[in-house]
Nanobody, 112 residues
Framework: VQLVESGGGLVQTGGSLRLSCEAS????????MGWYRQAPGKDREMVAT???????YYAASVRGRFTFSRDNARNALYLQMNSLKTEDTAMYFC???????GGQGTQVTVSS
């Protein structure tokens, strides 16, 4: 399964973006799976992920602003990002680390 992210871009503080991740195959049984990000000079961090039981986990820094969803019928993941802040600037990846799956990422840049 290959993962391809899209939807990144340049947005001003307070703006919104919706990231998409399309998988080349069936992801319905792949858990946990979610979104991660890496800013320059920083370690990769989990943004949002979903467990097999459907539990959602969000990083504290994005909780209440970002919404993660997945559509197994479309083999896709989404990340709705609202009220963006400059500190959200990073490369965003969808991934299933336990399966060794990850995309190339999509860049999100938030300007002040």
């Amino acid at each position: 399964v290959q993962l391809v992210e899209s939807g990144g871009g340049l947005v001003q503080t307070g703006g919104s973006l919706r990231l998409s991740c399309e998988a080349s195959g069936d992801i319905s049984t792949i858990y946990p799976m979610g979104w991660y990000r890496q800013a320059p000079g920083k370690d990769r961090e989990m943004v949002a992920t979903m467990s097999r039981g459907g539990a959602m986990y969000y990083a504290a820094s994005v909780r209440g602003r970002f919404t993660f969803s997945r559509d197994n019928a479309r083999n896709a993941l989404y990340l709705q990002m609202n009220s963006l802040k400059t500190e959200d600037t990073a490369m965003y990846f969808c991934a299933a680390p336990s399966m060794g799956l990850g995309g190339q990422g999509t860049q999100v840049t938030v300007s002040s």
